[in-house]
T-cell receptor, first 116, second 111 residues
Framework: AQSVTQPDIHITVSEGASLELRCNYSYGATPYLFWYVQSPGQGLQLLLK??????LVQGIKGFEAEFKRSQSSFNLRKPSVHWSDAAEYFC??????????????FGKGTKLTVNP | NAGVTQTPKFRVLKTGQSMTLLCAQD?????MYWYRQDPGMGLRLIHY???????AKGEVPDGYNVSRLKKQNFLLGLESAAPSQTSVYFC??????????FGQGTRLTVV
């Protein structure tokens, strides 16, 4: 079945440590890939997206993500986490690659806690 | 620069009551969406619209109706609220290939 999997429900890191959030998908062709962040009580905000080309994409707030076709993964990374990065992070996949988001599928999210 | 604005932010309904959630965007986006977010379920698409005057069903449309009479507005209606519709509702809009812009959400409780 087609799906988006975020294996880690909750991750805790210390401020200043590096971060990697995992996302795997199961679709036949390479889909469009997104990462969103949701701060408490807020809506989701787009961090970055991958459509094609360079497999390492840069986003806002110092985040980057790497698309690995062989692993069907799109992991999110940040070299040094700040306390303000505490939030929930959602990976999303558009299997249609047609630009509209009506077929966008979200993972169930990874909650990030940052310790001082 | 308001972006996507949802009204109201909080609401408590009794079972069987009706209500309308309003979403307004000022970015001239063609596409608009209504999602619900439930713990452990992620976001699920209720209905969406690809332009003024058009609507379509998403993943979980039952019990909801929508209308897009103006390009900038997308209304979500609950005709007869049920406790299973207790959720946080998010509206979003987009240009093709640009990703979604979300509102801040409406927390709805049905008692």
């Amino acid at each position: 079945a087609q799906s988006v999997t975020q294996p880690d429900i909750h991750i805790t890191v210390s401020e200043g440590a590096s971060l990697e959030l995992r996302c795997n998908y199961s679709y036949g062709a390479t889909p469009y890939l997104f990462w969103y962040v949701q701060s408490p009580g807020q809506g989701l905000q787009l961090l970055l997206k991958y459509f094609s080309g360079d497999t390492l994409v840069q986003g806002i707030k110092g985040f980057e993500a790497e698309f690995k076709r062989s692993q069907s993964s799109f992991n999110l990374r940040k070299p040094s986490v700040h306390w303000s990065d505490a939030a929930e992070y959602f990976c999303a996949v558009d299997p249609t690659t047609q630009g509209g988001s009506e077929k966008l599928v979200f993972g169930k999210g990874t909650k990030l806690t940052v310790n001082p | 620069n308001a972006g996507v604005t949802q009204t109201p932010k909080f609401r408590v309904l009794k079972t069987g009551q009706s209500m309308t959630l309003l979403c307004a965007q000022d970015m001239n986006h063609e596409y608009m969406y209504w999602y619900r977010q439930d713990p452990g379920m992620g976001l699920r698409l209720i209905h969406y619209s690809v332009g003024e005057g058009t609507t379509a069903k998403g993943e979980v449309p039952d019990g909801y109706n929508v209308s897009r009479l103006k390009k900038q507005n997308f209304l979500l209606g609950l005709e007869s609220a049920a406790p299973s519709q207790t959720s946080v509702y998010f509206c979003a809009s987009s240009y093709p290939d640009r990703g979604l812009f979300f509102g801040q959400g409406t927390r709805l409780t049905v008692v």
